[in-house]
Each structure stands twice: as structure tokens, then as C-alpha cells.
């Protein structure tokens, strides 16, 4: 499944939530940090990569 950029923001603002409530499995918790990380470097990955197109 491919995400829009739209949501990948979504869900980085979900996971953020997600982290910071005080209740929660610690093992869940784990898992939201990791996704969260992988979620903001593709983000980061993806401002990297995009191409302006040059003038020749």
C-alpha cells in the first residue's frame, strides 16, 4: 500500500499522540516509537530525493 504525503503526515501526528498518552503497554509503546521513526525518515528520505528539473 502506497501512502500520500497527506497521510503519511496523519499518521506521524497519530503516532505522536499515541506516544505521549500515559497509559499503554510498554511493548506497544515501542512499537509506535519504531513506526514513527521509519514514518519521519521516508518523510525526510522523500525532501532529499525530489528533483528539480534543471535548465538546460
Known sequence: MVLTDKEKLLLIRLLKKEKRKAFGIKEN????????EKLEQNKRN???NEVNPSKL
Open 29 to 36: 509503546k515501542k512499537d509506535v516509537q519504531q513506526l514513527l
Open 46 to 48: 522523500t525532501k532529499v
